[in-house]
């Protein structure tokens, strides 16, 4: 059947339909080259430059679905799947008896090849959440990787950096690794300051060693903290990642304070708490016209600044949960994978609530998937927000509505808790072993993919079932 006629040629039907079909609801047929695409009946349309990754292959007759995140709360581990993910986490820390906290035990897969390294950023990442996981049990391997920044801290560099930048050593060796890579990366001075202070908080026997190690640290970030770096996901360069500024702020507020009690040196607390508000002062820049938090003028829509949001909060209100910025930075991700991901558009289709979220808008890595550790990361933003409405927190009547749409309910503890749990319940219905979690999941057919059993990924779930619980247990504050 023909529909149309151009310069006297008839035009199928289907043609027409593709030509309507906009970029952005184009809906993926998951085929990739022009002849299976159009065998499947589907769409072939090539686009190029592709910062948003939109499908070459399409249906011509779908539309993009909406995703919610609209469920009822539902505890997404149960207490024996819990402790089978602390298991697995435990497993990666303190590799071969070096303190070394590995990236995975796997060594070779997908692009990324061989992930058994202990990066310093995963490291400090993860021994922070052991800390709040187990508490005084975690004392051994935290003594153990206490000793081994140190060590790690006073050996030459073989690449010409500072060493305190150095992005990932060998195992068990410790030396750093020397082939080609993204480096410098800074965030790693502040994160590992922030996990060791967590430590001696804990336990305060331990704060002289520690204000040593916290001292050279942060040291480097007061003085560098505007210098170029690599992103979190050590790929692009810039000066300017909101993941890097928020949690090096967080690092030198709470230095500031371990300066003057367990350094007894108010010089470095006064140089350490002038130097947050510098980096204070940035962050407002990070904010788009159109109100979300953008990670760099170069990397806009990324999930680092979901990442961020949970790490470098110090309950101060700077980009709190409940805040504006905060709350439009959650939907637009949102949006943004809910329409990239087929898994997510099979979910808005079945009305299954639930969004997998991915690093950021284009990524290609792999394929550019959804990711374990930042879906956990998103699905512990909406416990603390939770948990923060439960405790009386506010909110602008434009944060209300963003997030009732989000929800596609009202705006509440318990849907909060539901939101949370959907993003996690969608996650584990891809585990096809056990608690065993890869890095990414496939965003066509839902396989795991790339390295297997990464660590960062189980600390970020068990921080998510942390602030879960926590959340859960907070009683509402009525006014």
């Given at each position: 059947?023909?529909?149309a006629?151009?310069?006297?040629?008839?035009?199928?039907?289907?043609?027409?339909?593709?030509?309507?079909?906009?970029?952005?609801?184009?809906?993926?047929?998951?085929?990739?080259?022009?002849?299976?695409?159009?065998?499947?009946?589907?769409?072939?349309?090539?686009?190029?430059?592709?910062?948003?990754?939109?499908?070459?292959?399409?249906?011509?007759?779908?539309?993009?679905?909406s995703?919610?995140?609209?469920?009822?709360?539902?505890?997404?581990?149960?207490?024996?799947e819990?402790?089978?993910?602390?298991?697995?986490?435990?497993?990666?820390?303190?590799?071969?008896?070096?303190?070394?906290?590995?990236?995975?035990?796997?060594?070779?897969?997908?692009?990324?090849?061989?992930?058994?390294?202990?990066?310093?950023r995963?490291?400090?990442?993860s021994?922070?959440?052991?800390l709040?996981?187990k508490?005084?049990?975690?004392?051994?391997?935290?003594?153990?990787?206490?000793?081994?920044?140190?060590?790690?801290m006073?050996?030459?560099?073989?690449?010409?950096?500072?060493?305190?930048?150095?992005?990932?050593?060998?195992?068990?060796q410790?030396?750093?690794y020397?082939?080609?890579?993204?480096r410098?990366?800074?965030d790693?001075?502040?994160?590992?300051?922030?996990t060791?202070?967590?430590?001696a908080?804990q336990?305060?026997?331990?704060?002289?060693?520690?204000?040593?190690?916290?001292?050279?640290?942060?040291?480097w970030?007061a003085?560098?903290?505007?210098?170029?770096?690599?992103?979190l996901?050590e790929?692009?360069?810039?000066?300017?990642?909101?993941w890097?500024?928020?949690?090096?702020r967080?690092?030198?507020?709470?230095?500031?304070?371990f300066?003057?009690?367990a350094?007894?040196?108010?010089?470095?607390?006064?140089?350490?708490?002038?130097?947050?508000k510098?980096?204070?002062?940035q962050?407002?820049?990070?904010?788009?016209a159109?109100?979300?938090?953008?990670?760099?003028?170069?990397?806009?829509?990324?999930?680092a600044v979901?990442?961020a949001f949970?790490?470098?909060?110090?309950?101060?209100?700077l980009?709190?949960?409940?805040?504006?910025p905060?709350?439009?930075?959650l939907?637009?991700?949102?949006?943004?994978?809910?329409?990239?991901?087929?898994?997510?558009?099979?979910?808005?289709a079945?009305?299954?609530?639930?969004v997998?979220f991915?690093?950021?808008?284009?990524?290609?890595?792999?394929?550019?998937?959804?990711?374990?550790?930042?879906?956990?990361?998103?699905?512990?933003?909406l416990?603390?927000?939770?948990q923060?409405?439960?405790?009386?927190?506010?909110?602008?009547?434009?944060?209300?509505?963003?997030l009732?749409?989000?929800?596609?309910?009202?705006?509440?503890?318990?849907?909060?808790?539901?939101a949370?749990?959907?993003?996690?319940l969608?996650?584990?219905?891809y585990?096809?072993?056990?608690?065993?979690m890869n890095?990414?999941?496939?965003?066509?057919?839902?396989?795991?993919?790339?390295?297997?059993?990464?660590?960062w990924n189980?600390?970020n779930?068990?921080?998510?079932?942390?602030?879960?619980?926590?959340a859960?247990?907070?009683?509402t504050?009525?006014?």
């Amino acid at each position: 059947m023909f529909r149309a006629a151009v310069a006297g040629l008839l035009i199928p039907a289907a043609a027409v339909e593709c030509e309507q079909v906009q970029l952005g609801d184009r809906v993926d047929c998951t085929r990739m080259d022009e002849d299976s695409c159009r065998a499947a009946g589907c769409c072939w349309g090539p686009v190029s430059p592709n910062p948003g990754n939109a499908p070459w292959c399409f249906f011509s007759n779908r539309t993009l679905q909406s995703c919610t995140l609209g469920g009822d709360a539902k505890e997404p581990f149960s207490d024996e799947e819990a402790a089978e993910v602390l298991r697995l986490f435990e497993a990666n820390l303190d590799a071969e008896g070096s303190g070394e906290v590995m990236a995975s035990p796997d060594h070779a897969t997908g692009p990324g090849g061989d992930y058994y390294y202990a990066w310093a950023r995963d490291g400090a990442l993860s021994m922070h959440a052991y800390l709040q996981t187990k508490g005084a049990g975690a004392e051994e391997k935290m003594g153990k990787w206490l000793s081994w920044v140190e060590r790690s801290m006073n050996q030459p560099d073989p690449n010409d950096v500072d060493i305190l930048v150095e992005p990932k050593y060998l195992i068990p060796q410790g030396t750093p690794y020397t082939g080609g890579w993204c480096r410098p990366q800074n965030d790693g001075p502040g994160l590992r300051a922030v996990t060791a202070m967590a430590f001696a908080a804990q336990k305060p026997e331990v704060a002289g060693k520690v204000w040593e190690l916290v001292r050279r640290n942060l040291d480097w970030v007061a003085a560098n903290h505007s210098s170029e770096t690599c992103d979190l996901w050590e790929e692009v360069r810039s000066s300017d990642f909101f993941w890097n500024r928020y949690t090096m702020r967080k690092a030198l507020i709470l230095g500031s304070k371990f300066a003057a009690s367990a350094g007894k040196d108010e010089a470095r607390a006064a140089k350490y708490s002038t130097a947050a508000k510098e980096i204070e002062q940035q962050l407002g820049d990070h904010v788009d016209a159109s109100g979300y938090v953008f990670e760099s003028t170069d990397r806009r829509k990324d999930t680092a600044v979901i990442e961020a949001f949970n790490v470098g909060d110090l309950e101060d209100g700077l980009f709190g949960p409940l805040s504006t910025p905060v709350v439009r930075t959650l939907a637009t991700l949102s949006d943004l994978f809910c329409k990239s991901y087929a898994v997510n558009q099979q979910a808005a289709a079945a009305k299954t609530p639930g969004v997998l979220f991915g690093r950021y808008e284009g990524d290609s890595y792999d394929g550019g998937n959804p990711w374990v550790l930042l879906t956990a990361s998103a699905a512990t933003l909406l416990y603390r927000q939770a948990q923060a409405l439960a405790k009386g927190g506010s909110m602008d009547a434009d944060a209300n509505q963003v997030l009732h749409q989000l929800l596609g309910r009202d705006v509440t503890q318990q849907n909060l808790l539901g939101a949370g749990d959907a993003l996690l319940l969608l996650m584990k219905k891809y585990l096809t072993n056990g608690m065993h979690m890869n890095e990414q999941i496939d965003r066509n057919d839902g396989s795991l993919k790339s390295a297997k059993d990464l660590t960062w990924n189980y600390a970020n779930v068990l921080k998510a079932i942390a602030a879960r619980k926590a959340a859960a247990a907070t009683e509402t504050l009525v006014i």
